[in-house]
């Protein structure tokens, strides 16, 4: 059933397994302990950084079907996307299984965005079990939107630092977590056109698809435990905060963004993390273990994405960006 611009499920399709492999600084703050694997180093035994992030991908992909007690013949889609140009890794990853793959891009909202078509994919009946999963790492993203790291350019106050860490989910009818609704988000584009500022970028997004959620399923901030988004980093954080309160609503008491919390010091990193890996490492780690021991029972997840290029940014472009939102509860 649609309403608005939410989908709501009528089986309500459940978090069935997940899974994160995570680089070598995020395993120093809260989810080292949570995640899978941890790299102490982060070309992961590969040559090439790209190489080690699709290595990264397909490992939180085969662990977390692993977990779940599926087998490759169970999952009838595998629904994934990168920041990387034609999402390489995901694609790449995607030929060492047998699943039907579908590949998506929503930059760093590629984790919600994937979510929900595999929640949409196993409510319509057409397959039993889907992966959902994306990753990033810093080193990739940083030659393919700023500078190559031998050039060693300052980074400005204002930036974020992409995450090493791949996430994965299996959805399916059995688990402790089921997805009630998803919220498909607008894009909007306020004019920045700093492209190391993507907090203040994709923040007008995520209050528009959080809104757009509030109206369409008649809640408030207070209903759930956690709002949980991704990746704003500190200053879009505040951002979208103060954005909330002017449309009437007050987030603060229960709004956390992944990349706020995924590094030990956020002052060390400037604004926090960023990148698709962001918001995967930190659901398929923590938030989703603290729901399975029952600690969180409703979160409402909206990552953050902007859709920006080195083609678009040189041409002098602002950034569009999107934010979509899926909705979780503990069963």
């Known amino acids: 059933m649609r309403k608005g611009n939410t989908i709501f499920f009528k089986t309500q399709p459940r978090v069935s397994s997940f899974a994160a492999v995570c680089g070598s600084k995020e395993r120093e703050g809260i989810i080292g302990g949570y995640a899978d694997v941890t790299l102490q180093d982060d070309m992961y035994g590969e040559s090439t950084y790209e190489k080690a992030e ?40 995607a030929r060492q299984f047998r699943f039907p793959f579908l590949g998506v891009y929503s930059a760093c909202s590629t984790m919600s965005e994937s979510m929900l078509v595999a929640a949409m994919s196993v409510d319509s009946g057409f397959a039993k079990a889907a992966v959902a999963a994306t ?22 106050p204002q930036s974020q630092w992409t995450v090493t860490g791949a996430g994965s989910c299996v959805i399916s009818d059995k688990g402790n977590i089921k997805i009630t609704n998803a919220t498909i988000g607008k894009v909007c584009d306020w004019g920045v056109t700093d492209v190391n500022n993507m907090g203040a970028a994709m923040a007008p ?20 435990d ?3 988004t991704g990746d704003l ?12 309160w002017e449309k009437g609503y007050d987030i603060s008491a229960n709004h956390v963004d992944c990349g706020e919390i995924i590094y030990k010091v956020i002052e060390d990193e400037f604004q926090g993390g ?23 029972k409703r979160v409402l997840f909206a990552a953050t994405g902007a859709l920006l290029s080195t083609v ?16 979780l509860e503990g069963v």
Do not use: W
């Open 226 to 228: 956690i709002i949980v």
């Open 312 to 327: 678009s940014s040189g041409q002098g472009e602002s950034i569009p960006c999107i934010s979509h939102a899926v909705e």
């Open 54 to 93: 699709c290595k990264m991908l397909s490992a939180a992909i085969q662990i977390s079907v692993a977990k779940g007690g599926f087998t490759e013949s169970d999952i009838g889609l595998m629904v994934s996307g990168d920041l990387l140009n034609q999402i390489i890794s995901a694609s790449f990853s």
């Open 233 to 244: 980093g500190a200053l879009g954080s505040r951002i979208l905060k103060d954005l909330m």
């Open 274 to 296: 960023s990148g698709a890996g962001c918001s995967a490492v930190v659901m398929n780690s923590y938030i989703f273990t603290k729901m399975a021991a029952g600690l969180y």
């Open 205 to 224: 997004a995520a209050c528009s698809t959080l809104l757009q959620h509030f109206k369409d399923t008649q809640t408030l901030p207070q209903d759930y």
């Open 135 to 156: 990753g990033s790492h810093f080193a990739s993203a940083e030659r393919q939107y700023r500078y190559p790291l031998e050039l060693g350019c300052t980074r400005p």
